[in-house]
């Protein structure tokens, strides 16, 4: 039996979740999916699977897992806090002949770069209660990431792929454009999840850019969209003045008008803005 058949011969995932318990736990932010159709079209969207290391989050039963195999995933890292979800993936880890590591971790505190041989791509239905978190972690190390497939909850995908003066544009619209190259794969309804969520999901692709923008740090870029966002009501000349700097000062050097709101602002304009308070640090 190939590896591929011995995949397919597993038992249905609604029958894994059965007879290991695998009830969902909102601790955790679980939502499993279970179409293998969906799975394995999301991992077709995460382009060229089968060279390098797919990371994975939160397997789970082991739904996207599967699809990534069937896909071809030349080598799958599924990282798994739920004790549960471990035991119940060690069929699937037996199946896939060596291509699949399970690692019981807190996702939160693994490098996920030094996984295994790049190019390192991560593709998960990420936890909603850590996403966000995951995700600003992951951009700090993008240059040596190649790319992320992610399931978030629908408004917060909107937000990676908002422009400005939508009304989904945040602070993570700024950091994951002003790094990536964004893009919504597909849109999941709640029921295609067990248990269904109250929400629609979202795929959002995100594609590191080469060579990486060395026009200012991502430290100063957070700190900077923190501030601005924090207070998104405000004029900037009144939100960065959390910065404990010149706010009008700060602004007029980057050449924007202190009145304006965060929201009016482009990625290039934030990029001045951070560059323009590295250097009043630096001075």
């Not at 080598?75 to 060596?98: H, S, Y």
């Not at 590191?208 to 923008?213: G, K, L, S, T």
């Amino acid at each position: 039996m190939t590896p591929r058949e011995a995949i397919a011969a597993l038992p249905p995932l609604r029958t894994v979740i059965a007879e290991n318990d695998l009830a969902a736990r909102k601790s955790l932010g679980q939502n499993f999916l279970l179409d293998l159709n969906l799975t394995s079209k999301i991992a077709r969207s995460a382009g060229a699977i089968d060279t390098g290391t797919i990371v994975e989050i939160g397997p789970g039963p082991g739904g996207l897992t599967r699809g990534l195999l069937l896909e071809g995933a030349s080598r799958v890292v599924a990282i798994e806090k739920d004790t549960r979800c471990v035991a119940a993936l060690q069929p699937l880890v037996d199946a896939a002949d060596g291509r699949l590591t399970l690692l019981q971790e807190d996702a939160l505190s693994v490098d996920v770069t030094a996984l295994g041989p790049p190019p390192i791509r991560i593709v998960a239905n990420l936890p909603y209660n850590i996403a966000t978190p995951l995700l600003i972690g992951w951009l700090r190390q993008a240059d040596a990431i190649a790319g992320l497939t992610l399931m978030f909850q629908k408004e917060v995908a909107d937000r990676i792929v908002a422009s400005p003066s939508d009304s989904a544009y945040s602070r993570l619209s700024v950091l994951c454009n002003w790094r990536c190259a964004t893009r919504i794969a597909l849109t999941l309804p709640p029921q295609a999840f067990t248990p269904p969520p109250k929400v629609s999901s979202s795929v959002a692709n995100l594609t590191p850019r080469v060579p990486a923008p060395q026009d200012c740090r991502i430290e100063d870029l957070e700190r900077i969209t923190q501030a601005a966002f924090g207070q998104r009501r405000k004029m900037l000349r009144g939100s960065l003045k959390s910065l404990g700097t010149d706010a009008e000062g700060l602004l007029s050097r980057a050449g924007i008008e202190p009145t304006r709101r965060a929201e009016e602002l482009s990625v290039p304009q934030f990029v001045s803005l951070a560059r323009e308070w590295r250097a009043e640090l630096d001075a």
